[in-house]
T-cell receptor, first 112, second 109 residues
Framework: NAGVTQTPKFQVLKTGQSMTLQCAQDMNHEYMSWYRQDPGMGLRLIHY???????DQGEVPNGYNVSRSTTEDFPLRLLSAAPSQTSVYFC???????????FGEGSRLTVL | GIQVEQSPPDLILQEGANSTLRCNFSDSVNNLQWFHQNPWGQLINLFYIPSGTKQNGRLSATTVATERYSLLYISSSQTTDSGVYFCAVEAGGANNLFFGTGTRLTVIP
């Protein structure tokens, strides 16, 4: 199993551009989530999903969209990038609410 | 939302020393996990421990849910233990894990 796979690993955007961070897992996990990590602030939840077709907002959802059309994929869309969205983004999944959380390797995004 | 506090924020140890990291949380939880982020940024799950005690090699963890804290013990520390240790909790009724700000551990040879 590859686990949780994120692409791209690095991306530089200009303010106002849009992009999608891809996340895929091959463990048949129901729960998937996106976090951002900023220096000194730990990990903050952006959006999460408890199954295909079901998504909800986390702590910091503004400026981001998600969808969950399949169990495997959970893309994160930035509609109009802002410098405040410069961060490292992590996708994670778990089998169920009581399951261990597994992370992807992260995607470092810089918005100029 | 639930508050998660970790202490100490920074810890420097000599190789071979033992350490205890603490995680306090503000509400009852049904899920608590410990993670290690290595110097390359990779996040590894160490323990799923909403209550009780678990051990894995030199690492062990204890959660006292009624008193709202969890402890992570590292014995005979090695340089490869360096990195940031995060505690994450999920309160009853919620569907997501909230992270503390972490403890940065540096193990010196």
């Amino acid at each position: 199993n590859a686990g949780v796979t994120q692409t791209p690993k690095f991306q530089v955007l200009k303010t106002g551009q849009s992009m999608t961070l891809q996340c895929a897992q091959d463990m048949n996990h129901e729960y998937m989530s996106w976090y951002r990590q900023d220096p000194g602030m730990g990990l903050r939840l952006i959006h999460y999903s408890v199954g295909a077709g079901i998504t909800d907002q986390g702590e910091v959802p503004n400026g981001y969209n998600v969808s969950r059309s399949t169990t495997e994929d959970f893309p994160l869309r930035l509609l109009s990038a802002a410098p405040s969205q410069t961060s490292v983004y992590f996708c994670a999944s778990r089998e169920s609410r009581a399951g261990e959380l597994f992370f992807g390797e992260g995607s470092r995004l810089t918005v100029l | 939302g639930i508050q998660v506090e970790q202490s100490p924020p920074d810890l420097i140890l000599q190789e071979g020393a033992n350490s205890t990291l603490r995680c306090n949380f503000s509400d009852s939880v049904n899920n608590l996990q410990w993670f290690h982020q290595n110097p390359w940024g990779q996040l590894i799950n160490l323990f799923y421990i909403p209550s009780g005690t678990k051990q894995n090699g030199r690492l062990s963890a204890t959660t006292v849910a009624t008193e709202r804290y969890s402890l992570l013990y590292i014995s005979s520390s090695q340089t490869t233990d360096s990195g940031v240790y995060f505690c994450a909790v999920e309160a009853g009724g919620a569907n997501n894990l909230f992270f503390g700000t972490g403890t940065r551990l540096t193990v010196i040879p």
